[in-house]
């Protein structure tokens, strides 16, 4: 089954592609999160879920909501999206976009997460070796989830390097 990062990274990149022709990655941005927040929204939500309206009444009903920070392309790429079924997806489809804008600006977004909170060295060091490893400034966020055991899990765009307790015995689990 495809996954909604899979169908969201086309949409991202398309729109991607029109804000760095228009040198508008900023505006993009603020359009993308404002929509996303709108979708976000529960009562948004099943009106989208409702077979009673159109794609054109879906997208129109974005658009409305968020009227001041749209333009008439983002009303476009919201149609096109309605017209899909992706509106729900406008979340995936804002990190996919931040990736790409991160990618040309050449800044890595990595995810970490740990047992046990990480000491100030500790964090600047996994910074640092980041760093050189991709040649990149690395933004880190960090988040602790004791269900992991021990170790760490990094989630750096697609790739996901698990070097937790938990990963460790789950591959040993599949193995037996």
Not at 3 to 20: C, G, H, L, S, W
Not at 51 to 72: C, H, R, W
């Amino acid at each position: 089954m495809i996954d909604n990062q899979t169908i969201a990274r086309p949409y991202a990149k398309a729109i991607f592609e029109i804000a760095v022709d228009k040198s508008e990655l900023k505006e993009w941005a603020d359009m993308l999160e404002a929509a996303a927040m709108i979708v976000s929204d529960k009562v948004v939500q099943e009106k989208l879920e409702s077979p009673m309206f159109t794609f054109d009444q879906t997208a129109d009903l974005v658009y409305s909501i968020g009227k001041k920070f749209f333009n008439e392309q983002m009303h476009h790429a919201l149609r096109v999206m309605a017209e899909n079924k992706r509106l729900f997806l406008l979340p995936e489809i804002l990190a996919a976009y931040s990736a790409l804008c991160a990618e040309k600006e050449h800044v890595m977004q990595v995810e970490v997460v740990s047992a046990m909170p990480m000491a100030k060295a500790q964090e600047k060091k996994l910074k640092e070796a980041l760093a050189k490893r991709y040649d990149k400034e690395i933004e880190m966020t960090i988040e602790v989830d004791s269900s992991i055991i021990g170790g760490a899990v990094i989630k750096m765009g697609d790739r996901v390097l698990d070097g937790s307790v938990r990963g460790q015995l789950d591959r040993l689990k599949e193995k037996l």
